[in-house]
């Protein structure tokens, strides 16, 4: 591993599969999952899409040989194709993922990779207290660029 350039795609592979055994991304989704209803991103796009079917379902008449499943594809099709979603989905993490990128995410991936890179070196600490998603003051979260060594480690 200490032969590996920075941004080698192997090193990359390793530094990733560390961080998901470390359950990082899990508590990163579940993190943003919780939030994701309480944002007006996604309460528009809910309804948007609720119109969208409306409107579409409107135009059928229902019969007990409708093919439902058809149906049901058509409108899945029609909804991905009208870019509604796409334009949603920005607007989401805009809301609720960008916020946390700095202050929550980023503090905690540079522990866990510095900590992968140099076992041993920074305190130990148990993974739990590695995926706390509490939010640091402001002067906690050195600049970017920074030498992170000093921040992380003692």
């Not at 991304?25 to 919780?34: G, K, M, N, S, V």
């Not at 949603?88 to 929550?104: L, Y």
């Not at 866990?112 to 130990?124: A, N």
Request: net charge neutral; glycine share 4%.
């Amino acid at each position: 591993m200490a032969g590996l350039p920075p941004g080698d795609p192997q090193l990359v592979s390793m530094i990733v599969n560390h961080l998901k055994t470390q359950g990082l991304f899990d508590q990163f989704r579940r993190d943003c999952l919780a939030d994701v209803d309480t944002k007006p991103a996604y309460l528009n796009l809910k309804q948007r899409v609720d119109n969208f079917v409306s409107n579409h379902l409107s135009n059928h008449t229902w019969s007990p040989h409708l093919n439902k499943n058809q149906l049901r594809n058509n409108i899945r099709q029609l909804v991905l194709q009208s870019g509604m979603l796409e334009q949603g989905v920005d607007r989401i993490v805009a809301q609720v993922v960008d916020p946390k990128i700095n202050h929550i995410f980023r503090p905690q991936v540079e522990r866990v990779v510095r900590e992968f890179l140099s076992p041993g070196s920074c305190s130990q600490e148990s993974p739990s207290s590695l995926l706390s998603t509490e939010t640091k003051p402001d002067s906690s979260i050195p600049e970017q660029g920074t030498n992170i060594s000093c921040f992380y480690c003692p």
